[in-house]
């Protein structure tokens, strides 16, 4: 079992940026695969982007392409997303998750591990 603690989060005007991290502990942190999602008010929780094992290999949702940068450092079983250029739409509780298997996926029951969550709020 890995336990996924969140950090990071607040108010950030739009146009600015603000850096999350996911720290993990438990099993070993680098077989798995990383995941960030948010939920905004009234919305379904959806995928924001997805990195492999490696770092090598990652995926973004299209509303966050170019703007968002996944990363992680396995030596300190930490994953980090990078927000750039925030919108007042990116406002959510940012939510990191581990996948079991190897293969990116962007499907939220793909995940089987889950953090609680880190408030992000964009204003305008």
């Known amino acids: 079992q890995v336990q996924l603690v969140e950090s990071g989060g607040g108010l950030v005007q739009a146009g600015g940026s603000l850096r999350l991290a996911c720290a993990a502990s438990?099993?070993?942190?680098?077989?798995?695969?990383m995941g960030w999602f948010r939920q905004a008010p009234g919305k379904e929780r959806e995928f924001v982007g997805t990195?492999?094992?490696?770092?090598?290999?990652?995926s973004y949702a299209d509303s966050v392409k170019g703007r968002f940068t996944i990363s992680r450092d396995n030596a300190k079983n930490t994953v980090y997303l990078q927000m750039n250029s925030l919108k007042p739409d990116d406002t959510a509780v940012y939510y990191c998750?581990?996948?079991?298997?190897?293969?990116?996926?962007?499907?939220?029951?793909?995940?089987?591990?889950w953090g609680q969550g880190t408030q992000v709020t964009v204003s305008s």
């Open positions: 438990g099993r070993t942190f680098r077989t798995y695969v």
């Open positions: 990195i492999n094992w490696s770092g090598a290999r990652t």
């Open positions: 998750a581990a996948r079991d298997l190897s293969t990116l996926q962007t499907n939220i029951a793909a995940y089987q591990h």
